[in-house]
Protein backbone atom coordinates (compact mmCIF):
# COMPACT_ATOMS: atom_id res chain seq x y z
CA UNK A 1 0.00 0.00 0.00
CA UNK A 2 1.00 3.43 -1.19
CA UNK A 3 1.86 5.71 2.01
CA UNK A 4 -0.29 8.46 2.58
CA UNK A 5 1.40 11.95 2.14
CA UNK A 6 -1.25 15.23 2.76
CA UNK A 7 -1.53 17.54 -0.26
CA UNK A 8 0.63 20.74 0.40
CA UNK A 9 -2.03 23.23 0.14
CA UNK A 10 -3.91 21.56 2.53
CA UNK A 11 -0.48 20.84 4.42
CA UNK A 12 0.16 24.80 4.00
CA UNK A 13 -3.21 25.78 5.13
CA UNK A 14 -3.53 24.12 8.28
CA UNK A 15 -2.45 23.60 11.48
CA UNK A 16 -2.15 20.00 13.19
CA UNK A 17 -4.32 19.13 15.76
CA UNK A 18 -4.38 15.22 15.92
CA UNK A 19 -4.47 12.12 13.87
CA UNK A 20 -7.45 9.78 14.82
CA UNK A 21 -7.34 6.03 13.74
CA UNK A 22 -8.46 7.43 9.86
CA UNK A 23 -8.39 11.13 9.93
CA UNK A 24 -5.57 13.72 9.85
CA UNK A 25 -7.35 16.97 11.81
CA UNK A 26 -6.18 20.13 10.91
CA UNK A 27 -7.20 23.68 12.06
CA UNK A 28 -7.99 25.85 8.70
CA UNK A 29 -5.78 29.07 9.11
CA UNK A 30 -8.61 31.18 8.94
CA UNK A 31 -10.13 32.89 12.32
CA UNK A 32 -13.05 34.12 11.35
CA UNK A 33 -14.42 30.58 11.80
CA UNK A 34 -13.94 27.53 14.02
CA UNK A 35 -12.77 25.43 10.72
CA UNK A 36 -11.07 22.04 11.03
CA UNK A 37 -10.21 20.07 7.72
CA UNK A 38 -10.06 16.38 8.02
CA UNK A 39 -8.78 14.24 5.74
CA UNK A 40 -8.82 10.41 5.29
CA UNK A 41 -5.12 8.95 5.75
CA UNK A 42 -5.67 6.75 2.42
CA UNK A 43 -4.06 7.46 -0.58
CA UNK A 44 -5.34 8.08 -4.26
CA UNK A 45 -8.34 8.89 -2.64
CA UNK A 46 -11.03 12.09 -3.62
CA UNK A 47 -14.22 10.68 -3.15
CA UNK A 48 -15.98 9.32 -0.11
CA UNK A 49 -17.09 6.29 -2.00
CA UNK A 50 -13.48 5.58 -3.24
CA UNK A 51 -12.90 4.44 0.55
CA UNK A 52 -13.28 0.65 2.06
CA UNK A 53 -16.88 0.22 3.72
CA UNK A 54 -15.12 -0.04 6.81
CA UNK A 55 -13.19 3.49 6.28
CA UNK A 56 -16.80 4.85 5.36
CA UNK A 57 -17.99 3.59 8.37
CA UNK A 58 -14.60 5.01 10.33
CA UNK A 59 -15.31 8.62 8.81
CA UNK A 60 -18.47 8.80 10.20
CA UNK A 61 -17.44 8.09 13.52
CA UNK A 62 -14.60 10.69 13.07
CA UNK A 63 -17.04 13.00 12.37
CA UNK A 64 -19.48 12.47 14.59
CA UNK A 65 -16.42 12.89 17.46
CA UNK A 66 -14.77 15.92 16.06
CA UNK A 67 -18.58 17.28 15.37
CA UNK A 68 -19.18 17.06 18.75
CA UNK A 69 -16.00 18.48 20.30
CA UNK A 70 -16.89 21.46 17.76
CA UNK A 71 -20.64 21.76 18.69
CA UNK A 72 -19.62 21.91 22.73
CA UNK A 73 -16.03 24.01 22.41
CA UNK A 74 -17.66 26.65 20.19
CA UNK A 75 -21.57 26.62 20.63
CA UNK A 76 -22.47 26.95 16.88
CA UNK A 77 -26.22 27.78 15.43
CA UNK A 78 -25.40 25.18 13.00
CA UNK A 79 -22.19 22.74 12.11
CA UNK A 80 -21.27 22.94 8.36
CA UNK A 81 -20.11 19.52 7.41
CA UNK A 82 -18.90 18.87 3.55
CA UNK A 83 -16.80 17.09 1.36
CA UNK A 84 -16.51 19.18 -1.96
CA UNK A 85 -12.93 19.03 -3.22
CA UNK A 86 -12.99 20.85 -6.43
CA UNK A 87 -9.97 22.56 -6.24
CA UNK A 88 -8.09 20.09 -3.86
CA UNK A 89 -8.84 16.34 -5.43
CA UNK A 90 -7.31 14.95 -1.87
CA UNK A 91 -10.38 13.72 -0.10
CA UNK A 92 -10.99 16.16 2.63
CA UNK A 93 -14.12 16.97 4.49
CA UNK A 94 -14.78 20.16 6.09
CA UNK A 95 -16.26 20.80 9.60
CA UNK A 96 -17.30 24.23 10.39
CA UNK A 97 -19.15 25.92 13.48
CA UNK A 98 -20.64 28.41 12.41
CA UNK A 99 -22.44 31.59 14.34
CA UNK A 100 -25.46 33.90 13.44
CA UNK A 101 -22.44 36.57 13.65
CA UNK A 102 -19.85 35.30 11.74
CA UNK A 103 -19.11 37.40 8.38
CA UNK A 104 -21.04 34.99 5.89
CA UNK A 105 -23.95 33.94 7.51
CA UNK A 106 -26.22 32.12 6.24
CA UNK A 107 -24.86 31.43 3.31
CA UNK A 108 -21.77 28.68 2.83
CA UNK A 109 -18.15 29.96 3.96
CA UNK A 110 -16.48 28.99 0.57
CA UNK A 111 -16.04 31.97 -1.87
CA UNK A 112 -16.91 34.74 0.54
CA UNK A 113 -13.82 37.16 1.39
CA UNK A 114 -10.61 36.67 1.99
CA UNK A 115 -8.71 34.13 4.90
CA UNK A 116 -8.04 35.71 8.14
CA UNK A 117 -4.76 34.20 9.52
CA UNK A 118 -4.52 33.64 12.91
CA UNK A 119 -2.51 35.97 14.82
CA UNK A 120 -1.82 35.75 18.39
CA UNK A 121 -4.63 33.65 19.35
CA UNK A 122 -3.56 30.52 17.32
CA UNK A 123 -2.02 28.48 20.06
CA UNK A 124 -4.61 29.00 22.38
CA UNK A 125 -6.89 27.52 20.03
CA UNK A 126 -4.20 24.96 18.82
CA UNK A 127 -4.32 23.50 22.69
CA UNK A 128 -7.45 23.75 22.86
CA UNK A 129 -8.07 21.14 20.08
CA UNK A 130 -5.08 19.39 20.91
CA UNK A 131 -6.70 18.76 24.26
CA UNK A 132 -10.06 17.78 23.23
CA UNK A 133 -10.13 16.08 20.20
CA UNK A 134 -8.87 12.45 20.98
CA UNK A 135 -9.36 8.84 19.48
CA UNK A 136 -12.10 7.62 20.93
CA UNK B 1 -41.84 8.39 18.08
CA UNK B 2 -43.38 11.46 16.67
CA UNK B 3 -43.81 11.10 12.73
CA UNK B 4 -41.49 12.61 10.37
CA UNK B 5 -42.77 15.35 8.23
CA UNK B 6 -40.53 16.56 5.46
CA UNK B 7 -39.27 20.39 5.85
CA UNK B 8 -42.02 22.01 3.41
CA UNK B 9 -39.77 24.27 1.69
CA UNK B 10 -37.70 20.97 0.92
CA UNK B 11 -40.64 19.39 -0.26
CA UNK B 12 -41.42 22.48 -2.67
CA UNK B 13 -37.96 22.42 -4.01
CA UNK B 14 -37.93 18.56 -4.59
CA UNK B 15 -39.15 15.92 -6.62
CA UNK B 16 -39.58 12.89 -4.49
CA UNK B 17 -37.07 9.75 -6.48
CA UNK B 18 -38.16 7.26 -3.56
CA UNK B 19 -37.39 6.53 0.26
CA UNK B 20 -34.51 4.51 1.23
CA UNK B 21 -34.39 2.85 4.92
CA UNK B 22 -33.50 5.89 6.66
CA UNK B 23 -33.62 8.89 3.83
CA UNK B 24 -35.68 10.69 1.66
CA UNK B 25 -34.40 11.28 -1.45
CA UNK B 26 -35.73 13.89 -3.54
CA UNK B 27 -33.86 15.43 -6.90
CA UNK B 28 -33.59 19.52 -6.56
CA UNK B 29 -35.93 21.39 -8.86
CA UNK B 30 -32.47 23.10 -10.54
CA UNK B 31 -31.23 21.59 -14.10
CA UNK B 32 -28.59 23.38 -13.61
CA UNK B 33 -26.61 20.68 -11.74
CA UNK B 34 -27.58 16.55 -11.17
CA UNK B 35 -28.90 17.76 -7.47
CA UNK B 36 -29.94 15.12 -5.07
CA UNK B 37 -30.99 16.03 -1.04
CA UNK B 38 -31.26 13.09 0.91
CA UNK B 39 -33.16 13.88 4.65
CA UNK B 40 -33.07 11.28 7.06
CA UNK B 41 -36.23 10.35 8.08
CA UNK B 42 -36.52 11.01 11.69
CA UNK B 43 -38.14 13.81 13.59
CA UNK B 44 -36.24 16.93 14.96
CA UNK B 45 -32.61 16.27 13.73
CA UNK B 46 -31.02 19.16 12.61
CA UNK B 47 -27.37 17.58 13.21
CA UNK B 48 -25.67 14.66 12.07
CA UNK B 49 -24.52 14.00 15.51
CA UNK B 50 -28.52 14.04 17.07
CA UNK B 51 -28.92 10.54 14.53
CA UNK B 52 -28.32 7.59 16.56
CA UNK B 53 -25.11 5.85 15.97
CA UNK B 54 -27.11 3.19 13.66
CA UNK B 55 -28.74 5.27 11.80
CA UNK B 56 -24.96 7.57 11.79
CA UNK B 57 -23.56 4.33 9.85
CA UNK B 58 -26.88 3.82 7.75
CA UNK B 59 -26.69 7.12 6.36
CA UNK B 60 -23.01 7.33 5.51
CA UNK B 61 -24.22 3.72 3.85
CA UNK B 62 -26.97 5.76 1.51
CA UNK B 63 -24.77 8.49 1.00
CA UNK B 64 -22.31 5.75 -0.81
CA UNK B 65 -25.66 4.11 -2.81
CA UNK B 66 -26.70 7.59 -3.84
CA UNK B 67 -22.92 8.67 -4.62
CA UNK B 68 -22.11 5.85 -6.49
CA UNK B 69 -25.32 6.06 -8.88
CA UNK B 70 -24.85 9.78 -9.52
CA UNK B 71 -21.20 8.88 -10.73
CA UNK B 72 -22.49 5.87 -12.91
CA UNK B 73 -25.16 8.18 -14.13
CA UNK B 74 -23.64 11.31 -14.91
CA UNK B 75 -19.81 11.08 -15.11
CA UNK B 76 -19.20 14.34 -12.76
CA UNK B 77 -15.82 15.47 -12.71
CA UNK B 78 -16.29 15.39 -8.80
CA UNK B 79 -19.08 14.85 -6.24
CA UNK B 80 -19.74 17.84 -3.80
CA UNK B 81 -21.39 16.14 -0.92
CA UNK B 82 -22.69 18.81 2.06
CA UNK B 83 -24.50 19.27 5.23
CA UNK B 84 -25.03 22.69 5.75
CA UNK B 85 -28.73 23.53 7.24
CA UNK B 86 -28.10 27.60 7.87
CA UNK B 87 -31.08 28.35 6.41
CA UNK B 88 -33.44 25.19 6.57
CA UNK B 89 -32.99 23.39 9.38
CA UNK B 90 -33.83 20.01 8.86
CA UNK B 91 -31.15 17.84 8.63
CA UNK B 92 -30.97 17.34 4.81
CA UNK B 93 -27.24 16.09 2.91
CA UNK B 94 -26.95 17.73 -0.55
CA UNK B 95 -25.52 15.80 -3.33
CA UNK B 96 -24.32 16.92 -6.46
CA UNK B 97 -22.23 16.38 -9.76
CA UNK B 98 -19.76 18.72 -10.81
CA UNK B 99 -18.95 19.20 -13.62
CA UNK B 100 -15.98 21.35 -14.98
CA UNK B 101 -18.59 22.62 -17.59
CA UNK B 102 -21.03 23.42 -15.13
CA UNK B 103 -22.09 27.48 -14.57
CA UNK B 104 -20.20 27.69 -10.87
CA UNK B 105 -17.55 25.17 -11.32
CA UNK B 106 -15.16 25.45 -9.46
CA UNK B 107 -16.53 27.45 -7.04
CA UNK B 108 -19.71 25.30 -4.47
CA UNK B 109 -23.03 26.06 -6.17
CA UNK B 110 -24.75 27.65 -3.27
CA UNK B 111 -25.32 31.75 -3.24
CA UNK B 112 -24.40 31.55 -6.97
CA UNK B 113 -26.97 32.69 -9.65
CA UNK B 114 -30.77 31.53 -9.97
CA UNK B 115 -32.00 27.83 -9.90
CA UNK B 116 -33.40 26.96 -13.40
CA UNK B 117 -36.29 24.52 -13.06
CA UNK B 118 -36.56 21.71 -14.75
CA UNK B 119 -38.99 21.74 -18.21
CA UNK B 120 -39.66 18.48 -20.58
CA UNK B 121 -36.87 17.34 -19.16
CA UNK B 122 -38.17 16.78 -15.59
CA UNK B 123 -39.71 13.34 -16.63
CA UNK B 124 -37.09 11.60 -17.87
CA UNK B 125 -34.56 12.67 -15.30
CA UNK B 126 -36.74 11.67 -12.52
CA UNK B 127 -37.49 8.41 -13.98
CA UNK B 128 -34.17 7.76 -14.57
CA UNK B 129 -32.96 8.50 -10.88
CA UNK B 130 -36.27 6.09 -9.94
CA UNK B 131 -35.03 2.88 -11.69
CA UNK B 132 -31.63 3.52 -10.84
CA UNK B 133 -31.60 4.58 -7.07
CA UNK B 134 -33.29 2.07 -4.65
CA UNK B 135 -33.11 0.46 -1.18
CA UNK B 136 -29.82 -1.98 -1.32
Same mark, same amino acid.
Not at 21 to 50: A, F, H, Q
Not at 64 to 74: D, G, Q, R, T
Not at 91 to 120: K, M
Given at each position: MPSFLLDQT??????EITKLDLCYIGLMNDKRY $?? !?? *?? $? *?RSDITEIIELQPCDQIQLIKEISNVSAHMKALFKPHK !????? !?GNVVRQL #?? #?VVARHQEDSTWPQPIWGHGENEPYGS??????? *? !??ST???E
Amino acid at each position: MPSFLLDQTLKADTFEITKLDLCYIGLMNDKRY $PW !LI *MV $P *MRSDITEIIELQPCDQIQLIKEISNVSAHMKALFKPHK !LNIAA !LGNVVRQL #HI #HVVARHQEDSTWPQPIWGHGENEPYGSEKEETIN *M !LKSTIKKE
